[in-house]
């Protein structure tokens, strides 16, 4: 698990900042100073700087303590971040394990089912042979051999087709009791194979979880260095006299800054409004949709060629194939599902995905409606989103430009909704974005999954 350090040192930084930016009032010269208290803890007023100035060994105490917490947020926001990458490549390893030993379990279990049909094969033709050597005897054997020369020969000839018959039977018989010990020993295989899956899937789990925490602690260290780096290398300039700042440049420089904040939270506001508006529009034409296709539906000829039935959806990113289901981005598949050697580590290893290529920065939105449970560092994957459905279906994104992940963990989403923007973080050897579908935990193809629901990748 990563730990809360990071965050509550900058907890304690922010608030050994606004203790101490509020004893500036107080002290000129060792005289406590009257008038009005400083606008705000988290900023000094041009009276608190300047009675900072006037006293040498107050002012170089707060030097040094500024400079500390300016190191302390850097060096927060950077083992955060490499922690989160370290925790990202552990689950990845860990969910690599889980993939290997569902693809065992399938392997064993497709050999049981092969043995066990085999074995069904073997004592349905054994029953065949019984009955025609059943159909083949009979009779008085003694008359018919002193009584008659002919039927004599010809019974003769019976009862050499029976012992052929008879060690036929006998050797299908024992051909299908190997088939069936061989059936029985792959099915322990794979009930020992099933338990250690489960082990594997909830070391995977723990690790997700682990990962996820230290993402979100990655996140949190940088944002509170964004936030608060600025404003307190401006205050340590003006204690260091480093500029010549002058009451009404100091005042504009925070002006200038709210006005920055201001506007960063309108833009933001402003894109949350028009997501809103888009998915709204969405909604409404899935549901006029919907409802046109239920009233044609009673009436609805069966397809012929003459009027064929409506292709699946190939279109840009967001584009629905009328189940719910709609594509992930835009661009065509760069590299299949599939083993393959890769192309940065030159390991021969399952590709458990389908990469499009749609161009840097470009929209992914969410495949289906369902709920985040993960969105971080994932090893070679860089920048990862995954994406729990219904039915133990789940869908994952990839390799996401730093800083382009949209939607936290455990948010829901709605299909065709913004979620990440496509990067080449990871190992990557370019701008794309790695889609996956997940059934069961197990990873399948992407294609045929979403071929299935009315949605083509191709």
């Known amino acids: 698990m990563s730990s809360p350090l990071p965050a509550l040192r900058s907890r304690s930084a922010f608030a050994a ?57 850097q060096t927060d926001a950077v083992n955060a971040q490499a922690e989160a990458e370290r925790l990202g490549a552990a689950f990845q390893v860990a969910q690599d394990a889980a993939d290997q030993g569902a693809a065992k379990l399938a392997e064993l279990q497709a050999q049981v089912d092969e043995k066990n049909a085999i074995a069904d094969e073997s004592e349905k033709r054994a029953g065949q042979v019984s009955a025609q050597l059943a159909r083949t005897g009979g009779g008085d054997v003694s008359t018919q051999l002193v009584g008659d020369g002919e039927a004599a020969d010809d019974l003769l000839y019976r009862l050499g087709a029976m012992s052929k018959l008879t060690e036929q039977a006998d050797g299908i018989r024992e051909q299908a009791v190997s088939d069936r010990n061989v059936a029985q020993s792959l099915g322990d295989q794979a009930k020992v194979a099933k338990e250690a899956l489960v082990g594997l899937r909830d070391t995977a ?88 296709a239920a009233a044609a539906r009673p009436s609805a000829p069966a397809p012929t060629p003459s009027n064929p039935a409506p292709p699946a959806s190939s279109g840009g990113g967001g584009g629905g194939g009328g189940g719910g289901w709609v594509r992930p981005s835009g661009g065509g598949i760069s590299s299949g599902y599939g083993y393959r050697v890769n192309p940065v580590s030159g390991v021969w290893k399952l590709h458990d995905g389908v990469d499009l290529a749609p161009g840097c920065s470009t929209p992914i939105y969410a495949a289906a409606s369902g709920t985040v449970t993960y969105a971080g560092y994932y090893g070679g994957y860089g920048n990862y989103v995954r994406i729990s459905h219904s039915g133990g279906v789940s869908t994952a994104y990839g390799h996401i430009v730093n800083g382009g992940i949209r939607v936290s963990n455990g948010q829901s989403v709605v299909a065709g909704q913004l979620i990440a923007l496509v990067g080449s973080t990871g190992n990557s050897t370019g701008c794309h974005l790695h889609f996956e579908t997940r059934v069961g935990g197990a990873s399948t193809d992407p294609v045929p999954f979403m071929s299935a629901r009315g949605v083509s990748l191709r």
């Open 17 to 73: 900042v606004s203790t101490m930016l509020l004893a500036l009032v107080f002290v000129v010269a060792g005289v406590v100073v009257g008038g009005s208290p400083a606008r705000a803890a988290s900023y000094p007023s041009w009276d608190d700087v300047k009675a900072a100035q006037a006293n040498e060994a107050t002012k170089q105490s707060q030097i040094v303590e500024l400079q500390g917490l300016l190191d302390q947020l």
């Open 205 to 292: 789990q723990v690790s997700m979880d682990e990962s996820q925490a230290a993402a979100d602690a990655a996140s949190a260290a940088v944002a509170a260095q964004q936030e608060n780096e600025s404003r307190l290398q401006a205050q340590l300039a003006v204690l260091q006299d480093t500029t010549a700042q002058t009451q009404e440049q100091y005042e504009a420089g925070v002006e200038a800054e709210r006005q920055r904040i201001a506007a960063e939270e309108a833009a933001r506001a402003a894109e949350a409004a028009r997501q809103a508006e888009e998915l709204r529009q969405q909604r409404a034409a899935a549901a006029a949709a919907a409802a046109a």
